[in-house]
């Protein structure tokens, strides 16, 4: 059964289009015939074409995002939008972590809820980090000063400053702010869920754990022990998901197969949130 029909002569945004999961979700949204503006700091060689539209945009610009938002808006209607850009804790400031996994996605997804058309949908690639309760309360603090941010500042260009304020006010460094970030786009995606419920426009996360995607690669080359404590081929037969894998997931929860799933964080991760629960806690990662 093919579902071309559903996608095809749609819009979609997706961040992160360049690389791994999020280049994967454009390449099967452009064969299906949905129209993909693809956002990403790194180069994308392909396109413009009339279904795919490579944009060179950095989301921690916060000014920039906002604009290039406007200008689409005025452009042409908008069906989906997927948020897989996001960076690893490794080698970067706690900044960059909440400011790209976090800000920019609740940015991105506040603007576009309410302009979604019917029948819409919003899927954020958050990530096994972001499962924990523990990580609620300061989840719970990051997204009221992203919304502070918004409010004080919808053009994006001075808000973002009492944001990171409260973030280096309230977290230790890069490593913990990933979980933190990914909890908090958890949450988001559920008030989303709720608020949009009305409109017929859904919003949904997914939570990879260990997909083969250039990032991954990056944590088992250049930070091994990170890379073992992690176990992260403890999964599904031992071994990675592929990006395809994953994005087969987000373009389920975009499509016509699930219109009734919303406000849900579904886990694609091979079994192993199962595994820990249950006959191998070993597995636990924090
Ligand atoms: N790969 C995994 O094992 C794994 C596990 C859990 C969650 N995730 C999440 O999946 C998502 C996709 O990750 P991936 O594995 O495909 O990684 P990736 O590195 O292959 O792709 C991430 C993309 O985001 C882009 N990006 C980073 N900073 C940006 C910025 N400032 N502005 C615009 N674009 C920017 C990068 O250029 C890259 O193209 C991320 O949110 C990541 O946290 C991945």
Redesign the pocket.
């Known amino acids: 059964m093919t579902d071309d029909w559903f996608f095809a002569g749609k819009r979609a945004i997706v ?10 979700v454009v390449t099967q949204l452009v064969r299906m015939g949905t129209k993909v503006w693809s ?4 180069g994308q060689d392909d396109g413009p074409s009339p279904l795919m539209v490579p944009v060179a ?5 916060g000014a920039a995002t906002q604009a290039w938002l406007d200008g689409v808006a005025a452009e042409e209607p908008i069906d989906f939008v997927v ?6 804790p490794l080698r970067e400031t706690l900044e ?1 972590v909440v ?3 976090f800000l ?1 996605l609740h940015r991105i997804c506040s603007w576009a809820a309410p302009r979604l058309e019917a029948g819409g949908a919003i899927v954020n ?5 972001g499962i924990y309760d523990a990580h609620t309360e300061i989840a719970e603090v990051l997204i009221e000063a992203a919304d502070l941010a918004l409010a004080d500042d919808a053009s994006g260009a001075a808000g973002s400053a009492g944001f990171f304020t409260t973030a280096n006010a309230r977290i230790d460094g890069p490593g913990i702010a ?1 979980a933190y970030a ?1 909890r908090a ?1 958890i949450l988001l995606t559920m008030r989303i869920a709720a608020q949009q419920a009305g409109r017929q426009v859904r919003a949904n996360s997914t ?10 690669y ?2 088992k080359r250049n930070e091994p022990e990170m890379y073992e404590r992690a176990k ?1 081929t403890s999964t599904f037969g031992g071994r ?2 592929s ?1 395809d894998e ?1 994005a087969d997931v987000v373009l389920f929860l975009l499509g016509p197969r699930s219109t009734y799933v919303s406000g849900v964080n579904l886990l694609v991760d091979g079994g192993w949130y199962a595994a820990m629960q249950t006959t191998s806690p070993e597995l636990t990662q924090h």
Do not use: C, E, F
């Not at 961040?15 to 994967?24: E, F």
């Not at 945009?57 to 610009?61: A, G, I, P």
């Open positions: 961040t992160g289009g360049a690389s791994g999961i999020g280049r994967a956002l990403d700091v790194s945009l950095d989301l921690m610009d948020n897989a850009a996001g960076v690893s960059r400011g790209i996994d920019a690639v958050a990530s096994v980090a990933y990914k786009v939570s990879p754990h260990a997909a083969a995607t250039p990032m991954h990056a944590i992260m990675w998901s990006p994953q």
